[in-house]
C-alpha cells in the first residue's frame, strides 16, 4: 500500500517557477515508478512526466519537455517536478501516481494516485 501527498502548488505568473513534492507512505516506494499528470477543467487527465524505481530513466511529455524536470529522493520516499518557464497553460491540478516496478505513460496503469493539488499560471 503506498499513500500519497502532493504539496507545492499555488498562483505563478508566466515565466516563473514552482515545484511540486509529492510525499509518499508505505515501505516499497523504492519499488515504484512515480509519475506526475495533471488535468485542466474540462479536459482528461493528461501525461506530464515519469520516472523509473531507480531514478535512472525519466520521460516527458513533449508540451513540458525542456521546462519541467521530475527527480525523486527514495531514502525521503519522495517525487519532485520542478516547473520552469510556466505558462498559462500548465494551469491544472496535478496528481502524482505510483506504479509497481513500471513508470508508464498512461494513467490507467498506475496503481495508486494522490488528491492533487492546484497549479494555476496567471499571464
Known amino acids: 500500500q503506498v499513500q500519497l501527498v502532493e504539496s507545492g502548488g499555488g498562483l505563478e505568473q508566466a515565466g516563473g517557477s514552482l515545484r511540486l513534492t509529492c510525499a509518499a507512505s508505505?515501505?516499497?516506494?523504492?519499488?515504484?515508478?512515480m509519475g506526475w499528470f495533471r488535468q485542466a477543467p474540462g479536459k482528461e487527465r493528461e501525461f506530464v512526466a515519469a520516472i523509473s524505481w531507480s531514478g535512472d530513466n525519466t520521460y516527458y511529455a513533449d508540451s513540458v519537455k525542456g521546462r519541467f524536470t521530475i527527480s525523486r529522493d527514495n531514502a525521503k520516499k519522495t517525487v519532485y517536478l520542478q516547473m520552469d518557464s510556466l505558462k498559462p497553460e500548465d494551469t491544472a491540478v496535478y496528481y502524482c501516481a505510483a506504479e509497481y516496478r513500471a513508470s508508464s505513460w498512461f494513467a490507467y496503469e498506475y496503481d495508486y494516485w494522490g488528491q492533487g493539488t492546484q497549479v494555476t499560471v496567471s499571464s
Open positions: 508505505g515501505r516499497t516506494f523504492s519499488s515504484y515508478g
